[in-house]
Nanobody, 126 residues
């Protein structure tokens, strides 16, 4: 049974950094691209970043390009999100989903991200 467990959230000052981790179990981790999404209270969940199965290709939302870095360690079944220069956006929950349908002709934003963990909350204080 697939399980995704995010961690690393907490309170951080605006301009600061935070690294999130997500451990996956129950699937062959290296055969799936992985992603990070986030959701603020009262807003829709939005795409943040994704990484290919090999880790050679990464994709970012325009809002985080140059500040966030996604990476993965297949030996540890873990995907990371390094977040730098955080904006004072308040409270946000970050999720690391796994897609079950990811055609090569589509971008990560179009994948079927339908396996989700509980998320980890990041609060950026101004």
């Amino acid at each position: 049974q697939l399980e995704l467990v995010e961690s690393g959230g907490g309170l951080v000052q605006a301009g600061g950094s935070r690294r999130l981790s997500c451990v996956a179990s129950g699937r062959t981790f290296s055969t799936y691209p992985m992603g990070w999404f986030r959701q603020a209270p009262g807003k829709e969940r939005e795409f943040v970043a994704a990484i290919s199965q090999s880790g050679d290709n990464a994709y970012y939302a325009d809002s985080v390009k140059g500040r966030f870095t996604i990476s993965r360690d297949s030996a540890k079944n873990t995907v990371y999100l390094q977040m730098n220069s955080l904006n004072p956006a308040g409270r946000c929950v970050y999720f690391c989903p796994l897609p079950t349908f990811f055609p090569s002709w589509d971008t990560p934003q179009g994948y079927e991200w339908d396996s989700w963990g509980q998320g980890t909350q990041v609060t950026v204080a101004s």
